[in-house]
C-alpha cells in the first residue's frame, strides 16, 4: 500500500488514496486563519493500517505550509493531535475577550 494525502479544495476534503482507491478522507471548513476539521471516515478494508494517521499528518502539514490554524472539531483529528504534540501549536486558541463591563 503506498498512500497519497491531497488537498481536494472542491469536494472540501483531504483525501488518503491508495492507487486509485480513496482509502480516507477528512472533512474541513476553510477560513482566512483556520482550517476547521469536521468529519474523518477511513474505509472499513483499510482500518488498522495506519491510514488515519497518514491522513491527520499529511492534512496538517499541508496546513501548516499555509501557515493556517486547525480547530479540530473531529474527535479523530482531535485525538490525534493530543497523541502527537508536535502538532498542538497550530490549534486554534480563542483571543483574549476585550469586552469590559
Do not use: N
Not at 488537498?7 to 472540501?12: F, V
Not at 499529511?58 to 499555509?66: E, F, K, P, S
Not at 501557515?67 to 504534540?85: A, E, M, N, T, Y
Amino acid at each position: 500500500m503506498e498512500l497519497t494525502v491531497t488537498d481536494r479544495p472542491a469536494e472540501r476534503r483531504y483525501e488518503a488514496r491508495d492507487g486509485a482507491a480513496t482509502a480516507g478522507f477528512a472533512e474541513y471548513i476553510r477560513t482566512d486563519e483556520m482550517v476547521v476539521f469536521t468529519h474523518t471516515e477511513v474505509d472499513p478494508s483499510y482500518e488498522g493500517k495506519g491510514v488515519g494517521s497518514a491522513l491527520v499528518r499529511g492534512a496538517l502539514d499541508d496546513v501548516r505550509t499555509h501557515g493556517l490554524s486547525v480547530l479540530p472539531l473531529c474527535p479523530f483529528v482531535k485525538g490525534w493531535i493530543q497523541r502527537h504534540r508536535e502538532y498542538a501549536d497550530m490549534v486554534y486558541r480563542q483571543p483574549p475577550s476585550r469586552v469590559t463591563d
